[in-house]
């Protein structure tokens, strides 16, 4: 089982620019805690010493998430990063954890349901009402 390449990991890391990410962050699989014939992916890894784990997020079907790079230096900024090109485009990632990632409140994990909620607001195809709505 091959993991997925994107990682949101609990961290702010102070550095922009090319990494070795696959030689340094080994991740290896772990049984699902939650449902043992679950078809979510779960991962354990270690970031600066501290141990952490993670689960694959798929983007609901339809959806892709993109990647777009900063500039870096050297290149012309002059009218702002080029962010006409995407880098890369997934359509899964990993959410990482120091203890666990709670799939009942990361925001990252419950991406269906805000998209469902989006969706819903802006939707055409609401009955047409003459008065006030009402509960």
């Known amino acids: ?3 997925p390449r994107i990682h949101l990991l609990p961290c702010r890391i102070g550095y922009s620019g090319p990494a070795k990410v696959d030689q340094y962050f080994v991740v290896t699989p ?10 979510t992916a779960e991962w354990e890894s270690s970031f600066r010493g501290r141990a952490l784990r993670g689960r694959t ?8 998430g993109t990647v777009y790079a900063h500039p870096t ?27 666990q990632v709670d799939p ?21 195809d609401f009955p047409d009402t003459d008065g006030p709505l009402t509960r």
């Open 1 to 3: 089982m091959s993991h």
């Open 30 to 39: 772990r049984p699902s805690t939650d449902h043992p014939a679950s078809s």
């Open 57 to 64: 997020v798929q983007l609901p079907p339809g959806y892709k």
């Open 73 to 99: 230096e050297g290149d012309d900024t002059s009218s702002g990063p080029d962010l006409s090109r995407p880098t890369r485009i997934f359509e899964e990632f990993v959410v990482w954890g120091h203890d």
């Open 104 to 124: 009942v409140t990361h925001p990252a994990i419950n991406l269906s349901r805000w998209i469902e909620v989006a969706e819903a607001l802006h939707n055409d």
